[in-house]
């Protein structure tokens, strides 16, 4: 030991007197230039530090038999060493000191020689074991993170776990598919309510309309809406968007194709989630002949691409596929001027998360969600009179029973919305003398619960081109 002693010592003195005498980044709390080596244990391996100002070397390595270096390279008089001789470590390596799997360290990461000397300021690795680990050596427990390192730098936490991940995901869908068919389109409003005098509230849970219309068979329309909410503590906003085309296949009967989009965003105290996406499919709307009845239908498919960040990790990735039915019957009752418009309607919606890596390099397995709405509606319709052009007072009242179900995780994540509330809209629809027409609605959902509550606002413009 005496001669590895003397031997180090001399070739600190040659490296003090040949080196450049430059600052470096590894803090002199660090500089380890004697023996013995600062010496760590993980179960029956060690770990070796070693930092010289003077010289310009540092290295950090694992020992079972074999030196296995952080990073796979250590610093030498200055210059980045890779050599053949040593290995970067590995989870494997760290379970097999400790006794373990590879499987039972979820987060792992190591630095090694990053520039030069004089720039770098971390070598070491850093690694977590999992939850529920039993027989572990002294001074090691069971989701316990564990950092060995020299150098001032610090090396990045754990990212969230596979459950976490999945427990957002799943409440981001769930809120996102509430948000979806609460904002559906009133087709029936739409195509047949338009001219003053009819009904052109939303009968269910659309919240707001901007409606352009062409002349002649072919009308084009187009809604957009924003919406904010307070969900159990969670912020929320979404905002939604949809074009559609139609043409008249009979006296009473239209069909059509629309194309929706949708942008959310949802922030707690964890993480940030956001999405776009979008629905396209056909759809169908129809009024018995003779009689104040109508119907309508709709089939969509699509798919998002999301994003959610935890805090202190990066953004993770991800993507759902989705599809969306509903079917609704709506009557029409004249009171004088006041139009009543009692509904039915019925809606599912589907959206699977598809497996994803998160930031901490584990597998996210897939998860879906579904739900149903059953809808009890009563809207009106009130002319009011005005001196210049048409104003029309529109509103009503929805009794709403919704189910959820999941598979995965977001099996087991209670859906805020489930069970039956209340919700009510208000609104108005002012035409002007140039066939212009201006539209305002206000909503409230959640009337008869205590963890949902959503509000909206939508304005809108209607013309004829």
């Not at 060690?46 to 610093?75: D, H, K, P, Q």
């Not at 770098?120 to 027989?135: P, R």
């Not at 609104?427 to 140039?434: A, Q, R």
Request: glycine residues 14%.
């Amino acid at each position: 030991m005496k001669f590895f002693e003397n031997l180090t010592k001399a070739l600190v003195l040659v490296g003090a007197l040949c080196a450049p005498q430059t600052g470096a980044a590894f803090d002199a709390t660090d500089d380890i230039d004697n023996f013995p080596f600062s010496v760590g244990r993980i179960g029956t391996c060690i770990v070796v530090n070693y930092v010289s100002a003077a010289n310009r070397s540092a290295y950090l390595y694992l020992a079972n038999g074999t030196n296995f270096m952080a990073g796979g390279a250590f610093f030498q008089n200055g210059g980045s060493i890779d050599s053949s001789t040593y290995s970067g470590i590995s989870e494997a390596l760290i379970a097999g000191c400790l006794g373990i799997t590879a499987g039972d360290i979820p987060y792992f990461v190591q630095d090694g020689p990053d520039g030069t000397f004089e720039t770098d300021n971390l070598i070491g690795f850093k690694f977590t074991l999992a939850e529920g680990l039993v027989g572990l050596p002294v001074g090691f427990v069971a989701g316990g993170t564990y950092e060995f390192k020299v150098g001032t730098g610090s090396l990045p936490d754990a990212g969230p776990t596979v459950e976490q991940n999945q427990n957002e995901v799943a409440q981001f869908m769930l809120s996102r598919a509430g948000h979806t068919l609460a904002a559906q389109p009133d087709l029936v409003a739409l195509r047949f309510g338009s001219a003053p005098g009819t009904f052109d509230a939303n009968v269910t849970q659309g919240t707001g309309v901007i409606d352009y219309t062409t002349n002649g068979d072919q009308p084009v329309w187009t809604q957009f809406q924003g919406d904010w909410s307070e969900n159990g503590g969670n912020q929320n906003s979404y905002f939604f968007g949809v074009v559609g085309a139609d043409v008249n296949i009979s006296p009473h009967t239209l069909a059509g194709v629309m194309l929706q989009f949708d942008k959310q965003t949802q922030e707690n105290s964890a993480a940030t989630t956001e999405g776009t996406g979008y629905l396209v499919g056909p759809y169908l709307v129809s009024k018995l002949p003779e009689q104040p009845l109508f119907f309508e239908g709709r089939l969509l498919v699509g798919r998002t691409e999301n994003s959610v960040t935890f805090t202190g990790a990066g953004p993770q990735a991800f993507s759902t596929d989705r599809a969306l039915a509903s079917v609704k019957v709506a009557g029409q009752l004249s009171y004088g001027n006041l139009l009543l418009t009692p509904s039915l309607a019925a809606s599912h919606l589907e959206d699977t998360q598809r497996a994803f890596t998160n930031s901490s390099g584990a597998t996210v397995p897939e998860q879906s969600i579904k739900v149903s709405d059953i809808a009890l509606g009563l809207n009106f319709a009130q002319p009011l009179r005005v001196d210049t052009g048409h104003l029309m007072l529109t509103g009503g009242v929805s009794g709403i029973w919704s189910k959820t179900e999941g598979t995965g995780l977001a099996g087991t994540v209670n859906s805020n919305f489930e069970g039956r509330r209340g919700r009510v809209q208000l609104g108005s629809t002012y035409t002007l003398e140039n066939a212009m027409t201006l539209n305002a609605d206000a909503n409230y959902d959640g009337i008869g619960t205590d963890n949902f509550h959503s509000f909206g606002l939508s304005f809108g413009v209607e013309m004829e081109f």
